[in-house]
């Protein structure tokens, strides 16, 4: 699976949209970008996942770029509880189910 | 609220002990994960179940010896841990739709285990 570059740490005020970049310059044609992120003392959470199209679900959206070297994270209207570490994580499911590595993540404070 | 229940939430044992990690979904999924995660580190996988075989070991130590007794339950038996082992567990579930690559993973909030 393809290795993905994220920067440490971000901050983002309250109310205002949260943009997560996340580096894949070495992705294949058959992996998708998926997004979890873990808020402290919970389990990782799924967020949202593509291939090609940029998608947007009920928690955000997710930006792909044509040569889908990178991508970013949208969360539209941060608020306090969307702090978080948050993981990009590039992978092809080979067999039925996936398996699923876990890089060091962007740690989102969302500031009052 | 989390759909993977896992008991207990806090466990404390000493490095004699046997104890049992708990893991409980009613989704449907039929595999199943077990990852730890040291603090400040991101979660790292352990073992994966697939149709309650065991399909994946990350060449986990052997005083670790996790269980699949059915399709909705996922053990991990502990026994003799090294006070290295004091980490946060987590359980995972996701569909295992033969064919079907792009199927997330579900967690549970993970059980805290510290060794004496």
């Known amino acids: 699976d393809a290795k993905t570059t994220q920067p440490p740490s971000m901050d983002c005020a309250e109310g205002r949209a949260a943009n997560l970049p996340c580096n894949h310059s070495?992705?294949?044609?058959?992996?998708?970008v998926y997004w979890y992120r873990q808020i402290h003392s919970q389990g990782p959470q799924y967020i949202i996942h593509g291939l090609k199209n940029n998608e947007t679900n009920e928690m955000a959206s997710l930006i792909i770029t044509e040569d889908r070297k990178s991508s970013t994270l949208i969360l539209p209207h941060a608020t306090l509880r969307d702090t978080a570490v948050y993981y990009c994580?590039?992978?092809?499911?080979?067999?039925?189910?996936?398996?699923?590595?876990f890089g060091p993540g962007t740690s989102l404070s969302v500031i009052p | 609220d989390t759909e993977v229940t896992q008991t207990p939430k806090h466990l404390v044992m000493g490095m004699t002990n046997k104890k049992s990690l708990k893991c409980e979904q009613h989704m449907g999924h039929r595999a199943m994960y077990w990852y730890k995660q040291k603090a400040k580190k991101p979660p790292e996988l352990m073992f994966v179940?697939?149709?309650?075989?065991?399909?994946i070991n990350e060449s986990v130590p052997s005083r670790f010896s996790p269980e699949c007794p059915n399709s909705s339950l996922l053990n991990l038996h502990l026994h003799a841990l090294q006070p290295e082992d004091s980490a946060l567990y987590l359980c995972a579930s996701s569909q295992d739709v033969p064919g079907a690559s792009n199927q997330p993973q579900h967690f549970g909030d993970g059980t805290r285990l510290s060794i004496l």
């Open positions: 994580i590039v992978r092809a499911s080979k067999t039925s189910y996936d398996k699923v590595i």
């Open positions: 070495t992705i294949s044609g058959n992996e998708y």
């Open positions: 179940y697939s149709y309650e075989k065991l399909s």
